[in-house]
C-alpha cells in the first residue's frame, strides 16, 4: 500500500499519493523559480494553485487520492515553464490540447466598485472598464438632463443595475475569472494576469479607479444607513403591533385576529405567519444594511437567503390560509331599509344601543358635522357601531333614515339570512332613532356584515347623538381614542 499524504492545495484539502506529491512539490518549484525574479511570484503562484485545485476536483471525486496519473494530466494542461521559451505560445497551446475558455458574462469581483456588473461586461466584450463605467453614467443621468427620464432616466438604470447584480452569477473560481474574458487558462496566462492585477496600482487608471471607488463607498454608505433605518422604523412599528406594546390600554392590535373566523386553522398560525410576512422583511434589510456599512461578507450558510425563502414560504402559506380561511365569505347581499321622519319633528335624536358598556380606555371615535362612526373593545367583546352620514337635501319635506346592511357569506341565501337577523336594529321610537350595535367574541365571531346609515333631512332638522358619546352634527369634533 503506497503511503499518502494530507495536503492543502489553493487552501482545498486533498488526500496525495507521496510519490504524486513529490512530483507535484517539484512542478512548484519549478514554477517558483521560474518567477523568481518577479515581485509578484507568490501571487502568480498561488493563482496557479487554486487552477491547479479547481481541475483535480474536476477529476476525482469527493474524497479520493490524487495519484501522479491526475498530476501528470493537469501538467500537460497547464505546462511546464521550459516548454514555452522560445516557441510561439499559441502553437504549443494548441499542441498540447489547451483552448480558449467560452466566454461567459460573470459579475468581477478583482474589479468591482459595487457589484461587479460594468467591470463583468467590460472583460465579456474586452472593453476599457472606466470607458464602461463613464458610458452607465452618461446614460444614467445624460438621459435625464435631456428630459428622458421618465422612460430612461436615472431610476431606471439603477433598478436595471440591481437586478443585474441578482442575476449575473459572480465570477468565483480561476476558471470562472478567466471565462470572463475568453483566456487561455494555463501557467503562463496566470502568471501574465497576476502580474497585471499587482503592478495596476499606479497611473491615471488607478487614480480613476480610486475616485470611482470613493464615490461607490458613498453611495453604499447612504444606502446601508436608510435600510437600516427603514429597518428599524419597521420593526419598531411592527412590534408595537404585534407583541404587546399597547396602542389602546390592554390591547395588542393583532388581537383583532382572535374575533374572525379562521376555520380549522385557528388564529394562532394565522398570527405566527402574519408576523413573519411582516417583519422578514425587515430583518432582512437590516442584515444587509449592517453588512454594507461594515463590509462583512456572508457566511455559508446564507443567512440573507435563508431570510428571503422562509419570507417567501410565510407568504405562500399565508395566502392558501386566507384563500381556504375566507370561502366562507365569497358570496355577498346587501339590502336597504327606509325609515320615514314625521314631518313634525324638528330634531332627531339617536341612541346607540349596546349590552356592553363602553370601555373608557379602548374606543376609536371620530365625529363632524357630516358624519359619526364609534367601537370599543373590552376584555372579551368586540362592538361595533354603524356609520352615520348626515345629508342635507335641498326641497325635502321630511327626514329619512336609509339603512344599508351588506353581508358576505358563503352562499347568497345565507347571507340574506344574516341580513334579516339585523332587521328590527334599527328603529324609529317618537323622536328617537334607536340603533343596536353589532356585538362579537371570541367564540361568536365576526358574521360578515357591514352596517351604514345615511340621515337625508331638510336643512332646518337637527339630529343629535345621545348616548353613549353625546354630539350634535352642527360642530365638527377631532378623533379621539379616550373619554378624558
Known amino acids: 500500500m503506497k503511503k499518502v499524504i494530507k495536503i492543502s492545495l489553493g487552501n482545498i484539502a486533498f488526500t496525495i499519493e507521496e510519490d504524486s506529491f513529490l512530483l507535484l512539490k517539484g512542478y512548484l518549484d519549478e514554477l517558483k523559480d521560474y518567477y523568481g525574479n518577479d515581485s509578484n511570484a507568490k501571487e502568480i503562484v498561488d ?38 521559451e522560445g516557441e510561439d505560445y499559441k502553437e504549443q497551446t494548441r499542441s ?41 453614467i452618461v446614460l444614467a443621468f445624460g438621459l435625464s438632463v435631456f428630459g428622458l427620464h421618465n422612460g430612461a432616466g436615472f431610476g431606471f438604470w439603477f433598478v436595471a443595475y440591481i437586478l443585474m447584480w441578482i442575476i449575473i452569477p459572480e465570477a468565483k473560481s480561476l476558471e470562472q475569472k478567466y471565462a470572463m474574458s475568453g483566456e487561455i487558462l494555463d501557467y503562463k496566462t496566470i502568471g501574465q494576469k497576476e502580474s497585471f492585477v499587482a503592478k495596476k496600482e499606479s497611473g491615471l487608471s488607478n487614480i480613476i ?30 412590534s408595537m403591533l404585534f407583541f404587546g406594546i399597547e396602542i389602546f390600554s390592554g390591547f395588542v392590535p393583532i388581537d383583532i385576529l382572535g374575533y374572525l373566523d379562521l376555520s380549522i386553522f385557528g388564529s394562532a398560525i394565522y398570527k405566527i405567519l402574519l408576523i413573519l410576512v411582516v417583519m422578514l422583511p425587515f430583518i432582512g434589510m437590516l442584515y444587509g444594511g449592517i453588512c454594507m456599512l461594515f463590509k462583512i461578507k456572508s457566511p455559508k450558510f446564507k443567512p440573507g437567503l435563508i431570510i428571503f425563502l422562509l ?78 352620514k348626515i345629508w342635507d337635501v335641498e ?3 321630511s327626514a329619512r333614515v336609509i339603512v344599508n346592511t351588506y353581508a358576505r357569506s358563503s352562499n347568497y341565501f345565507q347571507a340574506m339570512e344574516t341580513i334579516e337577523q339585523y332587521g328590527s336594529n334599527v328603529r324609529l321610537k317618537d323622536s328617537i332613532l334607536i340603533i343596536k350595535a353589532q356585538e362579537y ?28 358619546i353625546r354630539h350634535s352634527f352642527n360642530k365638527r369634533v377631532k378623533s379621539n381614542f379616550n373619554l378624558d
Open 311 to 388: 419570507w417567501i414560504l410565510s407568504l405562500i402559506s399565508i395566502s392558501v390560509l386566507t384563500v381556504k380561511s375566507s370561502r366562507s365569505y365569497w358570496s355577498e347581499a346587501s339590502s336597504d331599509l327606509v325609515i320615514n321622519v314625521p314631518k313634525s319633528l324638528d330634531t332627531l335624536f339617536i341612541n346607540l344601543e349596546s349590552q356592553t358598556e363602553i370601555s373608557k380606555k379602548r374606543f376609536i371615535y371620530d365625529a363632524g358635522k357630516k358624519h359619526y362612526s364609534l367601537f370599543w373593545l373590552t376584555d372579551n367583546n368586540l362592538v361595533l357601531m354603524p356609520n352615520i
Open 441 to 468: 367574541s371570541k367564540s361568536n365571531k365576526w358574521d360578515g356584515v357591514f352596517r351604514s346609515i345615511i340621515i337625508e333631512k331638510p336643512k332646518d332638522l337637527e339630529v343629535v347623538v345621545n348616548s353613549p
Open 47 to 84: 493563482g496557479i494553485e487554486e487552477r491547479m485545485a479547481e481541475l483535480l476536483l474536476e477529476k476525482l471525486p469527493a474524497g479520493e487520492v490524487v495519484t501522479v496519473k491526475e498530476i501528470n494530466e493537469i501538467i500537460s494542461v497547464l505546462g511546464r515553464p521550459e516548454s514555452f
Open 209 to 238: 479607479n480610486r475616485f470611482f471607488s470613493v464615490i461607490a463607498r458613498v453611495i453604499i454608505i447612504i444606502i446601508s444607513f436608510v435600510l437600516i433605518a427603514i429597518a428599524l422604523g419597521g420593526l419598531i412599528a411592527s
Open 96 to 136: 498540447m490540447g489547451v483552448k480558449n475558455l467560452p466566454r461567459k458574462l460573470y459579475r468581477d469581483p478583482i474589479n468591482k466598485v459595487l457589484g461587479g456588473v460594468l467591470s463583468g461586461f467590460a472583460a465579456y466584450f474586452k472593453l476599457d472598464i472606466i470607458l464602461v463605467r463613464i458610458i452607465f
Open 395 to 397: 326641497g325635502l319635506d
